[in-house]
């Protein structure tokens, strides 16, 4: 299989890396602003993007014009969520995106989702999200705490909407804060804290490294072959396992 890694920054080289161990051939590495050529971009079988939010409407349409499958690791463009369903629906092919690759952050998302199932039986407790990140990270909150958040305000109903930004005066009952550090080189650290007047539960997802986000970006890859339509890492997931 024939891969384009779009983005040449760490986790470009990380997935570099590990494609070769794993028997994928990297035909093509692109860095910010760089462009492949028709004949190019045909002799792809799948683009993996981890470039800028504002390059992913352009790359999609493009590759997807001809007929080149997608796998989308970056984050902040949900925006423009609607351009890319559209590009792929139009033109048959297949996109896996996810706000985080890593197999370890969607098991976290499985527990989050089971614990809060419990724990919107149980008033007395409440519920905060807190992420941190290296200093270089473009987006705050990070893609994987809003999707955390999401299945957060999913399941327990006495939550309605997301805090991310600093509160003016005492937080609403139904608000779920969210809050994010901006540190060094951390590479990503969630946690969800559910608190009572009693105890306290902590759910807690620290990467350790870049590995993990480039093998499920690669297994995404792996997977989306033949496939046709729009799809997330729970997806891709969900039919390993089932």
């Known amino acids: 299989m024939n891969i384009a890694i779009i983005g040449y920054g760490k986790m470009g080289k990380e997935i570099d890396r590990l494609a070769t161990e794993r028997g994928l051939k990297v035909i093509h590495r692109l860095t910010s602003g760089s462009?492949?050529?028709v004949h190019e971009i045909q002799r792809v079988d799948v683009g993996i993007h981890f470039a800028r939010p504002d390059s992913v409407v352009p790359?999609?349409?493009?590759?997807?014009?001809?007929?080149?499958?997608l796998?989308?690791?970056?984050?902040?463009w949900q925006n423009d969520f609607d351009k890319i369903a559209s590009a792929v629906k139009k033109?048959?092919?297949?996109?896996?995106?996810?706000?985080?690759?890593?197999?370890?952050?969607?098991?976290?998302?499985?527990?989050?989702?089971?614990?809060?199932?419990?724990i919107n039986h149980f008033g007395e407790y409440d519920v905060s999200l807190h992420e941190a990140h290296h200093k270089d990270k473009l987006d705050?909150?990070?893609?994987?705490?809003?999707?955390?958040?999401?299945?957060?305000?999913?399941?327990?109903?006495?939550?309605k909407t997301m805090l991310t930004e600093p509160p003016q005066g005492t937080?609403?009952?139904?608000?779920?804060?969210?809050?994010?550090?901006?540190?060094?080189?951390?590479?990503?650290?969630?946690?969800?804290?559910?608190?009572?007047?009693?105890?306290?539960?902590?759910?807690?997802?620290?990467?350790?490294?870049?590995?993990?986000?480039?093998?499920?970006?690669?297994?995404a890859a792996e997977w989306i072959q033949g496939?046709?339509?729009l799809f997330t890492m729970e997806d891709v997931l969900t039919d390993i396992v089932r």
């Open 91 to 118: 033109n048959n092919v297949a996109l896996v995106y996810a706000s985080n690759f890593s197999i370890g952050v969607h098991l976290f998302f499985r527990l989050i989702k089971e614990t809060a199932r419990l």
């Open 140 to 159: 705050s909150p990070s893609g994987t705490a809003l999707t955390a958040a999401k299945i957060l305000l999913e399941q327990i109903e006495r939550k």
């Open 171 to 219: 937080i609403k009952p139904e608000q779920l804060q969210i809050t994010s550090t901006r540190l060094g080189s951390i590479v990503g650290t969630h946690t969800v804290t559910f608190d009572s007047l009693a105890d306290s539960i902590e759910l807690r997802h620290t990467a350790k490294n870049r590995t993990g986000f480039a093998l499920g970006a690669l297994l």
């Open 35 to 37: 462009l492949l050529t």
């Open 227 to 229: 496939k046709r339509g």
């Open 59 to 69: 790359y999609v349409e493009r590759w997807a014009g001809l007929k080149r499958n």
């Open 71 to 76: 796998v989308i690791g970056t984050t902040g």
